[in-house]
């Protein structure tokens, strides 16, 4: 069977996607070093004979040639995610984001692994103001986290040219779901309005609600990846598509969707209001995904909308922060 290598399997969409690999009976090699990532994602897979764990560093090269050994594949999900954690430690995020990510590929290049996909971001669109965002037409990075990302789009481009190498880039777009973990001071929105709501406590909105972002939910992102693992479309290769709805949501919008969904569990949530702070420095007021491109070359199409995503995520937040 084919041997696959997530990097920083043991993340939010890292776990996910190796559950989903593991499913489609690949042999995964999970590569963490467990600074975001968690051992309770990965916890189930002990004993399966289709799961190995790596435990490292993608800053470490030797730890980097370990994990590519006799793999067709790399998914390349280990990063330092949020924009107020790069404007708060830039050089910390560049070492991660920048540094791990040409190792990885160095890695790969040397090991003969034709195939790199790898996790770019809706950031990269910095400054433009196109709705919705299309591949071609980027503005300038807003924050350290953009532009590490826009940087890792140039590398994979440049070995694409250089080495031969198949290398595939898939922006993501506002990505939620199970297991998307609500504590610590960069928790993304959606886990920390629903442990919010869960403890009655209101939740913070930064600014006044009307930003908007194209939010997607897990398993279409998995869906991309596995399009992206199987094309066999030359012309597929050695791009980036966005990944998302194609739809865009306010954030007071989402408040109220996600308030409606955990008040099935408990009734007294319905009575919780937001609060509104300042907006938050590197954040762009709106974002909404074409999703074409991905459409006419992988096939992509979303399975779930914000409503349908939200249903199963707050299922899932209520049973697993209530425990």
Same mark, same amino acid.
Not at 104 to 131: E, H, N, P, Q
């Given at each position: 069977?084919?041997?696959?290598?997530?990097?920083?399997?043991?993340?939010?969409?890292? &776990?996910?996607?190796?559950?989903?690999?593991?499913?489609?009976?690949?042999?995964?090699?999970?590569?963490?070093?467990?600074?975001?990532?968690?051992?309770?994602?990965?916890?189930?897979?002990?004993?399966?004979?289709? %799961?190995?764990?790596?435990?490292?560093?993608?800053?470490?090269?030797?730890?980097?040639?370990?994990?590519?050994?006799?793999?067709?594949?790399? %998914?390349?999900?280990?990063?330092?995610?949020?924009?107020?954690?790069?404007?708060?430690?830039?050089?910390?995020?560049?070492?991660?984001?920048?540094?791990?990510?040409?190792?990885?590929?160095?890695?790969?290049?040397?090991?003969?692994?034709?195939?790199?996909?790898?996790?770019?971001? &809706? &950031?990269?669109?910095?400054?433009?103001?196109?709705?919705?965002?299309?591949?071609?037409?980027?503005?300038?990075?807003?924050?350290?986290?953009?532009?590490?990302?826009?940087?890792?789009? $140039?590398?994979?481009?440049? %070995?694409? $040219?250089?080495?031969?190498?198949?290398?595939?880039?898939?922006?993501?777009?506002?990505?939620?779901?199970?297991?998307?973990?609500?504590?610590?001071?960069?928790?993304?929105?959606?886990?920390?309005?629903?442990?919010?709501?869960?403890?009655?406590?209101?939740?913070?909105?930064?600014?006044?609600?009307?930003?908007?972002?194209?939010?997607?939910?897990?398993?279409?992102?998995?869906?991309?990846?596995?399009?992206?693992?199987?094309?066999?479309?030359?012309?597929?290769?050695?791009?980036?598509?966005?990944?998302?709805?194609?739809?865009?949501?306010?954030?007071?919008?989402?408040?109220?969707?996600?308030?409606?969904?955990?008040?099935?569990?408990?009734?007294?949530?319905? /009575?919780?209001?937001?609060?509104?702070?300042?907006?938050?420095?590197?954040?762009?007021?709106?974002?909404?995904?074409?999703?074409?491109?991905?459409?006419?070359?992988?096939?992509?199409?979303?399975?779930?909308?914000?409503?349908?995503?939200? /249903? $199963?995520?707050?299922?899932?937040?209520?049973?697993?922060?209530?425990?």
């Amino acid at each position: 069977m084919e041997r696959i290598l997530v990097t920083g399997g043991a993340g939010f969409i890292g &776990s996910n996607l190796t559950d989903a690999l593991i499913a489609k009976g690949f042999d995964v090699v999970v590569l963490d070093n467990f600074s975001t990532g968690k051992r309770e994602n990965l916890a189930h897979l002990t004993g399966n004979p289709r %799961f190995t764990l790596i435990e490292g560093d993608i800053r470490n090269m030797d730890d980097c040639r370990k994990a590519v050994e006799n793999v067709s594949a790399v %998914f390349h999900e280990a990063a330092l995610g949020s924009v107020p954690r790069s404007i708060k430690t830039p050089e910390l995020t560049t070492a991660v984001n920048v540094g791990g990510f040409v190792n990885m590929l160095t890695a790969a290049k040397d090991a003969g692994v034709k195939r790199f996909i790898y996790a770019s971001s &809706s &950031s990269v669109y910095g400054d433009c103001t196109d709705s919705p965002k299309v591949e071609s037409r980027t503005g300038t990075p807003l924050s350290p986290y953009a532009l590490t990302k826009s940087v890792n789009e $140039q590398f994979a481009m440049n %070995f694409s $040219q250089v080495y031969g190498m198949e290398c595939i880039g898939l922006r993501y777009f506002n990505v939620f779901g199970r297991r998307q973990d609500p504590n610590g001071a960069y928790a993304a929105v959606i886990p920390k309005f629903s442990a919010a709501l869960l403890t009655h406590t209101a939740p913070v909105i930064n600014g006044d609600g009307s930003y908007s972002r194209d939010f997607t939910y897990i398993d279409d992102v998995v869906q991309a990846n596995i399009r992206a693992l199987n094309t066999g479309n030359a012309d597929a290769v050695n791009t980036v598509y966005n990944v998302a709805c194609g739809d865009e949501t306010t954030l007071n919008e989402l408040f109220a969707y996600l308030k409606v969904e955990l008040s099935r569990f408990d009734r007294d949530i319905s /009575q919780i209001e937001a609060e509104h702070g300042p907006v938050r420095a590197g954040d762009i007021p709106h974002s909404k995904a074409d999703i074409s491109r991905i459409s006419a070359l992988l096939g992509y199409k979303p399975e779930y909308s914000v409503k349908t995503g939200l /249903q $199963q995520t707050a299922k899932w937040y209520f049973e697993n922060l209530k425990k």
